[in-house]
Nanobody, 115 residues
C-alpha cells in the first residue's frame, strides 16, 4: 500500500502562483504515471497534468503554458508548479499514482484563486 500526501494548496489572488507537492510513501519510480487531477464544486474530476516514468508530460489545454508538472524520484515527490492562476483554477487538487495493476489517490489539497 502506498500513501500519497499532497501539500501546498491555499488561497492566492488571480495572477499569483502556487506549487503543489505530492509525496509518496513508496517508490514513485514503480508507477507508470504520476497525475494531478482537480475537482471544482459541482463538476467532475478532471485530469490536469501527467508525467510518465520516462518524463513525458501532458496537460489539459486550459493550463498549458501556465502549469508545469515535474518529479523527483529520489524524493518520491511530484510537483505541480502553477503560475498565472485564474479563478477557474479553484478546485481540490488530487495526486494519483498509477500503473497497469494498481493506483492510489491522495486526500487532496484545496486551491482557491480569488479575483
Amino acid at each position: 500500500q502506498v500513501q500519497l500526501v499532497e501539500s501546498g494548496g491555499g488561497l492566492v489572488q488571480a495572477g499569483g502562483s502556487l506549487t503543489l507537492s505530492c509525496t509518496a510513501s513508496g517508490n514513485i519510480g514503480s508507477f507508470n504515471n504520476m497525475v494531478w487531477y482537480r475537482q471544482a464544486p459541482g463538476k467532475q474530476r478532471e485530469l490536469v497534468a501527467a508525467i510518465t516514468s520516462g518524463g513525458t508530460t501532458n496537460y489539459i489545454d486550459s493550463v498549458k503554458g501556465r502549469f508545469t508538472i515535474s518529479r523527483d524520484n529520489a524524493k518520491n515527490t511530484v510537483y505541480l508548479q502553477m503560475n498565472s492562476l485564474k479563478p477557474e483554477d479553484t478546485a481540490v487538487y488530487y495526486c494519483n499514482a498509477n500503473s497497469i495493476l494498481r493506483q492510489y489517490w491522495g486526500q487532496g489539497t484545496q486551491v482557491t484563486v480569488s479575483s
